[in-house]
């Protein structure tokens, strides 16, 4: 059986880990330092980012005064900083596929806890907005209840001691290195979902690391597997982006065959932020043109190494010009599959070729089909504001 050659252990519970890996906490944190640090003549730029990725809100805090030269002392910041957080935890959404994973676990009865080096009650506020999660976690663990928080395994065989389990029974989902380091000292399996770009090689300990929570694949584990996914797709809460068609880099009609319809980044950090990169569908919009099938990949490209997040939709049509500086409205309905690198240009092209007809197909079903006639895809962004 297919389950069977993929299996890699056994298991009959879930830690997951919250900050970053269930809650866009990252997003927030970084809108928020770039506004605290500005008063001090200083620009975040996102570089201590792997610095305080999992770390205990002190050991965050004193990296940032000592790198960013703050003329704070830690307790300072954390004093001043952490009312301006606290404000914002109401307004953190769930990562893509946490309520499916959520509910898919809690419907099957799978034993799961919740732990995180926040304070309990910091944990509390965060997941209070976020319905039914509270109830579907056996066990709740936060940093402030253990003697040292990740990277000591301490605060995963608390979790597995409050439900009664055997440490080895247990899958960690994890963002952060910390956690990983953390969740392997406890003598568990632990899939990695890196919350900082581009850094997936440094999660060599991890026993799988993939790009979001839509890529689990609960089967491997011997968990009940995902049913959700039809035709090679799997359907998303939609979502929205839209601005002028840019010059993108030059590839896509040039090196690919596929003439892509780029959209800037720019306005669109938050947004960026929530969303895992991979290759999307859905339907799109010119103001002066109609509305039409695409795909579009979202990420770094790692076959040509892009040095920022792009948007890069394919319209599924043939045109006969370009349409630099139209309005492009994207309504993005469905996902397929996380970005990857190839080994060469052809195998890459020949991917967009199926990931194009994957598109194709799924459009034309009524969960995706009636989004073609949504209101956004039909209005000027100049009619918006």
Same mark, same amino acid.
């Given at each position: 059986m297919f389950? &069977?050659?993929?299996l890699?252990?056994l298991?009959?519970g879930v830690i997951? !880990?919250? /900050?970053?890996?269930?809650l866009?906490?990252?997003?927030v944190?970084?809108e928020?330092?770039?506004?605290f640090i500005?008063?001090y003549g200083?620009?975040? !730029? @996102? %570089?201590?980012?792997?610095?305080?990725?999992?770390?205990?809100?002190?050991?965050?805090?004193?990296?940032?005064?000592e /790198?960013?030269g703050?003329?704070?002392?830690? /307790?300072?910041?954390?004093s001043?900083?952490?009312? +301006?957080?606290? !404000?914002?935890?109401?307004n953190?959404?769930a990562?893509?596929?946490a309520? %499916?994973?959520?509910n898919?676990?809690? @419907?099957?009865g799978?034993? +799961?806890a919740l732990?995180?080096n $926040? $304070? %309990? #009650?910091?944990?509390?506020?965060k997941?209070?907005?976020?319905? =039914?999660?509270?109830?579907?976690?056996?066990?709740?663990v936060?940093?402030? &209840?253990?003697?040292?928080?990740?990277?000591?395994? *301490?605060?995963?065989?608390e979790?597995?001691?409050r439900l009664?389990? /055997?440490p #080895? #029974?247990?899958?960690?989902? &994890?963002?952060?290195i910390?956690?990983?380091?953390?969740?392997?000292?406890a003598?568990?399996a632990v899939?990695a979902v890196p919350?900082?770009a581009?850094?997936s090689?440094?999660?060599?300990?991890?026993?799988?690391v993939?790009t979001?929570?839509l890529?689990?694949?609960?089967?491997?584990?011997?968990?009940?597997?995902?049913? !959700?996914r039809?035709?090679?797709?799997?359907?998303? *809460?939609?979502?929205?982006?839209?601005?002028p068609?840019?010059?993108?880099f030059?590839?896509?009609s040039?090196?690919l065959?596929i003439?892509?319809?780029?959209?800037?980044?720019? =306005?669109?950090?938050?947004?960026? $932020?929530?969303h895992?990169?991979g290759?999307?569908?859905g339907?799109?919009g010119? $103001?002066a043109?109609?509305?039409?099938?695409?795909?579009?990949?979202?990420?770094?490209?790692?076959?040509?190494?892009?040095?920022?997040k792009a948007?890069e939709p394919?319209?599924?049509h043939?045109?006969n010009e370009d349409f630099?500086g139209e &309005?492009?409205?994207?309504?993005v309905a469905?996902?397929? %599959?996380? *970005?990857?690198n190839?080994s #060469?240009?052809e195998?890459?092209i020949a991917?967009?070729?199926?990931?194009m007809?994957?598109?194709?197909?799924?459009? *034309?079903l009524p969960?995706?089909l009636k989004?073609r006639d949504?209101?956004y895809?039909?209005?000027?962004?100049?009619?918006d504001?």
């Amino acid at each position: 059986m297919f389950v &069977e050659r993929t299996l890699k252990k056994l298991v009959s519970g879930v830690i997951l !880990d919250l /900050d970053g890996t269930l809650l866009n906490t990252d997003g927030v944190v970084s809108e928020i330092l770039k506004a605290f640090i500005v008063k001090y003549g200083k620009q975040w !730029d @996102g %570089r201590e980012a792997p610095k305080i990725v999992g770390k205990t809100p002190t050991e965050a805090a004193a990296a940032v005064v000592e /790198d960013y030269g703050l003329p704070l002392s830690t /307790d300072e910041f954390l004093s001043q900083f952490y009312p +301006m957080l606290s !404000d914002q935890w109401r307004n953190i959404k769930a990562l893509p596929g946490a309520n %499916r994973l959520i509910n898919h676990l809690s @419907g099957h009865g799978v034993p +799961m806890a919740l732990v995180s080096n $926040s $304070s %309990r #009650s910091n944990i509390e506020t965060k997941i209070f907005h976020h319905q =039914g999660w509270k109830e579907s976690f056996s066990a709740i663990v936060g940093g402030d &209840e253990v003697k040292a928080g990740k990277p000591s395994p *301490e605060i995963f065989l608390e979790a597995a001691e409050r439900l009664n389990m /055997d440490p #080895s #029974s247990f899958l960690i989902i &994890e963002d952060s290195i910390p956690g990983v380091t953390a969740g392997k000292a406890a003598g568990m399996a632990v899939v990695a979902v890196p919350s900082l770009a581009k850094q997936s090689h440094s999660y060599t300990s991890a026993d799988e690391v993939i790009t979001s929570l839509l890529d689990l694949q609960l089967e491997k584990w011997g968990l009940p597997a995902f049913q !959700d996914r039809i035709e090679g797709t799997l359907s998303l *809460e939609p979502w929205y982006i839209g601005g002028p068609v840019i010059k993108g880099f030059g590839r896509g009609s040039k090196v690919l065959g596929i003439p892509t319809a780029n959209l800037s980044p720019e =306005g669109y950090s938050a947004l960026l $932020s929530e969303h895992p990169t991979g290759v999307y569908f859905g339907w799109a919009g010119l $103001s002066a043109r109609g509305v039409y099938k695409m795909v579009m990949s979202i990420g770094w490209n790692p076959y040509f190494n892009n040095t920022e997040k792009a948007i890069e939709p394919w319209l599924l049509h043939g045109f006969n010009e370009d349409f630099y500086g139209e &309005e492009l409205h994207l309504v993005v309905a469905g996902y397929i %599959r996380p *970005e990857v690198n190839f080994s #060469s240009l052809e195998a890459l092209i020949a991917k967009i070729h199926e990931d194009m007809k994957i598109a194709e197909r799924a459009l *034309e079903l009524p969960q995706y089909l009636k989004y073609r006639d949504d209101p956004y895809l039909k209005i000027s962004l100049h009619q918006d504001n």
